[in-house]
């Protein structure tokens, strides 16, 4: 038999930790979106800054303006400053960084950009820089693609632990709504039932042996008090039926008193009719008086 105050107090207890986690889940799920967010921001923003450049150094190329080419090599310094900042990012894994620093060679683009003036085959030294800057450039673009499908993940997985979260709740409070309606509501309507029988108060309530703690208490503590009234009802029985038998003797008392007296009056006029028996006479006078003794004495009582 379980306490249904100790089964609310554990279910309200679970029901608060839950919350109190999804809480801490939607606000660590609203900084890591803020932060992926930053992440995607600058990533998009170098990739958009590569591809500035990379135009600006094809362009030069074919028109064979090598002054752009090397003006070009100073915006791959803030290219590079861009992706430093994105590498100092706690929240990119460690192999990522890694592997950015294998593959993007600013400095390495830079030079060959400064170097183009005093090459000998401008072509061949041309179509090696577009080679590097593709190359580049497809490099960022999958590190974007991969940075991104990474982040949402994350995401994703914040977003199952809290659905995970919530659906517990759910089942806990739709296992304590369950276990209150038949541990509960069906005793009390047991109980209701039976207050309406006529024989309750002899009987008392019964309950299951599935209730809870509280419905047994309740239902004992009801019994207690109908075995306790049956004896005060029978304390105030016994005076009325002591009083009501003692008036039926008085009364009985009475009316045998007054037939005595009345066949001894009777007996005695018919003494008074005679001259003999004096002492006959006496008696019936002696049987009268206490008679009439026996009489006065009933109606006093």
Known sequence: MYSLKKTGYLAFASVACLLVFVVLLGIR???????????????????????????QITASLIEKNWDKVVAASRDLKDLNSTLVRLQENDLIPAEYKLDMAKQVDLSGLAISSKNIIAAEDKIAYSLNLQRQTRTLADYLQQFDRIIVSQMRAKLVHFQTIMIGALGTIICIISFSLILLYQKTLLPLVHLSEQAREKDILADGFTYSIDSCTEIAELAETVNGLLQNRQPENAANESPKKYDEQ????????????????????????????????????????????????????????
């Open 29 to 55: 799920q609203y900084q890591l979106t803020g932060q992926y967010n930053k992440i995607i921001t600058q990533s998009e923003e170098s990739i958009f800054q590569f591809a500035a450049i990379r135009e």
């Open 246 to 301: 003692l008036a039926a003797i008085i009364n009985e008392g009475t009316n045998l008193s007054n037939g005595i007296i009345n066949y001894a009056q009777l007996l005695s006029d018919s003494f008074q009719d005679t001259t003999g028996n004096i002492e006959g006479k006496n008696i019936l006078e002696k049987i009268i008086s206490a008679g009439e003794r026996i009489a006065t004495i009933l109606k006093k009582i």
